[in-house]
Nanobody, 117 residues
Framework: QVQLVESGGGLVQAGGSLRLSCAASGRTLGDYVMGWFRQAPGKEREFVAEISWGGITTRYADSVKGRFTISRDNAKNMVYLQMNSLKPDDTALYYC??????????WGQGTQVTVSS
């Protein structure tokens, strides 16, 4: 079992930046591929970014590529999402998730990001 708690969300103007954090407990984070997802009002949850166990390989949704950066610190059991050049379309509830065996099994409660125009 892994417990995930996100933080760092808030209200920011378009063009601004935020850094989301995800704190994990219960198991060593290095056992998992970690990802960030988001869900905007009235829309389905969508993939944002993913990072491999060792942090070498990353993958991004086309909509955030070049603006967002995912990173992890396994020693601290933390995962981060640096978000730059934010747009109103980035407004959503952002979730951290842990994947084991190819499936995202553990999810946090989410942190709200609101980008004003």
């Amino acid at each position: 079992q892994v417990q995930l708690v996100e933080s760092g969300g808030g209200l920011v103007q378009a063009g601004g930046s935020l850094r989301l954090s995800c704190a994990a407990s219960g198991r060593t984070l290095g056992d998992y591929v970690m990802g960030w997802f988001r869900q905007a009002p009235g829309k389905e949850r969508e993939f944002v970014a993913e990072i491999s166990w060792g942090g070498i390989t990353t993958r991004y949704a086309d909509s955030v590529k070049g603006r967002f950066t995912i990173s992890r610190d396994n020693a601290k059991n933390m995962v981060y999402l640096q978000m730059n050049s934010l747009k109103p379309d980035d407004t959503a509830l952002y979730y951290c998730a842990a994947s084991f065996g190819g499936k995202y099994k553990y999810w946090g409660q989410g942190t709200q990001v609101t980008v004003s125009s």
